[in-house]
């Protein structure tokens, strides 16, 4: 009888896949079933495979990965999913679990962080990698923004953190695979939730609040 906890990995390089997997296969505990390089392909998988848990990352073309979440959570209220992601930044682990994610921890953890935090979910527990979760001065003086992009839908979150990050409308229509008409109605609808004219300036709030470097 095979007790080993089934995992949909979700990441759009394939060498990070590879890397999980050779993670996970350190322990006789868990089993890789399937791989998704997108947001759609998870949905579908999990609708599939019905995995124990979806171990995924958050930046991905399509849907992207708060959307992701949002979508199987509305199918599975019960689905876990543990987010391993690059970013670091408060407001990702924050989105991320608003969304219905019961983990966060980052790609730059230690080897074991991933085991123990698939076990903890697997216990029932949230898990979120230690120092993700804090508050700070710098932090307190940026809540009036924070409180704007917490009410950001997930897809404005994410065509907010790739204007931040300095993409042209152009690419990001192509990366998140919507029209460019849509992705520049997006670039309005922020920049006026933001009271900025310039794309310079929704950068300068996201360097602020710690989202980019400086």
Same mark, same amino acid.
């Given at each position: ?70 979508? *199987? /959570?509305?199918?599975? =209220?019960?689905?876990?999913?543990? #987010? $391993? !992601? ?6 990702? +682990? ?53 409180? *704007? /992009?917490?009410?950001? =839908?997930?897809?404005?979150?994410? #065509? $907010? !953190? ?6 042209? +409308? ?45």
């Amino acid at each position: 009888m095979n007790n080993k906890i089934k995992i949909v990995l979700v990441d759009d390089h394939l060498v990070v896949r590879a890397g999980f997997k050779m993670l996970l296969a350190a322990g006789d505990s868990v089993e890789v079933i399937g791989e998704a390089e997108r947001g759609e392909q998870a949905i579908q998988l999990y609708q599939e495979l019905q995995p124990d848990m979806l171990v995924m990352d958050l930046s991905m073309p399509g849907i992207g990965g708060l959307e992701t979440i949002r979508r *199987i /959570i509305q199918r599975d =209220s019960e689905a876990r999913i543990l #987010v $391993f !992601s690059v970013h670091h930044e408060q407001v990702y +682990v924050s989105r991320a679990l608003a969304a219905g994610a019961q983990g966060y921890i980052t790609k730059n953890s230690a080897p074991g962080i991933l085991a123990e935090a698939i076990a903890a979910i697997m216990a029932g527990q949230q898990y979120v990698e230690r120092g993700l979760v804090k508050g700070g001065g710098e932090e307190r003086q940026h809540t009036g923004y924070q409180a *704007i /992009i917490a009410g950001f =839908s997930a897809r404005e979150f994410d #065509v $907010f !953190s790739l204007l931040a990050q300095g993409l042209t +409308v152009h690419k990001i229509a192509d990366q998140l695979c919507l029209g460019h008409k849509t992705v520049a109605n997006y670039a309005t609808q922020i920049k006026k939730k933001l009271q900025v004219d310039t794309t310079t300036e929704l950068a300068h709030i996201a360097v602020n609040l710690g989202m980019t470097a400086r």
